[in-house]
């Protein structure tokens, strides 16, 4: 597989291992990833591993950008003979009611699909985490199903709630904490993304797959969901 460096940062490298959304990349990300961690290697800030790609922020006064690069090479060469161990399933409930699913009847509408369609399509796949995004917790899930498929609304939301259920393009994901965005939102889950509780303060993490629980307006108030 041919890989590209890039300079990020002045002080950050960057690695891609392809352009698209593909679980074959996603799980050599993975496997550079681990062996990067294991290596430990002094200098080195932090590892972010993303979609398709894996970038390393370092200590400029230890290292250039060529060594940094020839060190990851290293890395992933080394990482072919890992395995990865199974992935961690993770269940989420959501409660998709109207009051919660901003956008249920808008997107059902734009796909001439019934509502209890669009959330039929929504609980049936078992998603992958691909990255972990803007805000901590939140994690970049894929692929929805393609009937699914949406853009993001064309006038941003100045706050979505906090736990919101949300898809665009092919992609789903939670909203950690209330803040603004885009993402057409389906429903809402009492589970915590973010807590000081969590590994790396966040409920999933990169490699972990996801599957999505319809449950009742009254399992979410009991769970500690907040309308």
Known sequence: MSRRY???????????????????????????????????????????????????????????FDTVCEIIENSIHQAEALTLSEPKIITIP?????????????LAQEKNLSVEEIIALHVKGLYTVYAIGFAPGFAYLGEIDERLATPRLASPRKAVPKGSV??????????????PGGWKVLGRTPTAMF????????????GDHVRYESISKEEFLKLGGEL
């Open 94 to 106: 959501v409660y998709y009611g109207r009051e919660v699913g901003l956008d249920l009847e808008l």
């Open 195 to 206: 807590d000081a509780s969590y590994e790396g303060l966040s409920l999933l993490h990169v």
């Open 166 to 179: 949300s898809i665009a393009d092919r992609q789903t994901a939670v909203y950690p904490t209330q803040s």
């Open 6 to 64: 890039a300079i990020a940062s002045e002080s950050s490298a960057i690695v891609y291992f392809g352009t698209t959304i593909d679980p074959l990349i996603s799980q050599e990300v993975q496997k550079a990833y681990q062996a990067l961690k294991a290596k430990n290697q002094e200098g080195f800030y932090e590892i972010i591993p993303s979609y398709a790609s894996l970038m390393v922020s370092y200590d400029v006064m230890r290292f250039d």
